[in-house]
């Protein structure tokens, strides 16, 4: 098994030219070692200087995964202000509002989303989020 800690076998994973950070975190989300895998991605953003928008959106579907929301939003955010076009991550934070109830938020991240989406499939995926929403508003306000 690797270890991140051990700079040779990230070296080694370097030189088949793959992420060792990201290598190694996603053999604990197999594991189901999510915590370990966070571990992963968290001293990656200290140390490696690349690839923080993949690891934060990594971070976030953990956290998610986890049931951290405001970790989890956190984490996502931070992806947003590297890319604010990108959509997948804005699809994860707006189900982590609608999961806290904070529809408005969820709404608005959506909307956003459909701004950027890049084919009429990804805008109708955004489109029927956003009608499933208005519904669940619909029940709620009933």
Do not use: W
């Not at 989300?29 to 992963?40: F, G, P, S, T, Y």
């Not at 928008?53 to 939003?73: C, H, P, R, T, V």
């Not at 109708?124 to 519904?135: C, D, P």
Request: proline letters at 2%; glycine letters at 2%.
């Amino acid at each position: 098994m690797f270890n991140s800690d051990n700079e040779e076998d990230m070296r080694y994973l370097s030189s088949l030219g793959m992420d060792p950070f990201y290598e190694l975190a996603n053999v604990y989300v197999v594991m189901e070692k999510l915590d370990r895998a966070i571990e992963i991605y968290s001293r990656a953003i200290r140390i490696y200087p690349m690839n923080h928008a993949k690891y934060f959106k990594q971070l976030g579907i953990l956290y998610k995964l986890e049931n951290d929301a405001e970790s989890s939003i956190d984490a996502f955010r931070q992806v947003l202000n590297m890319n604010p076009a990108d959509c997948e991550v804005r699809l994860n934070l707006a189900s982590v509002y609608e999961a806290k109830g904070d529809m408005l938020n969820a709404l608005e991240q959506y909307q956003t989303c459909l701004k950027y989406t890049k084919n009429a499939a990804e805008s109708s995926r955004v489109k029927e989020k956003m009608k499933q929403l208005q519904s669940k508003e619909d029940i709620v306000g009933k």
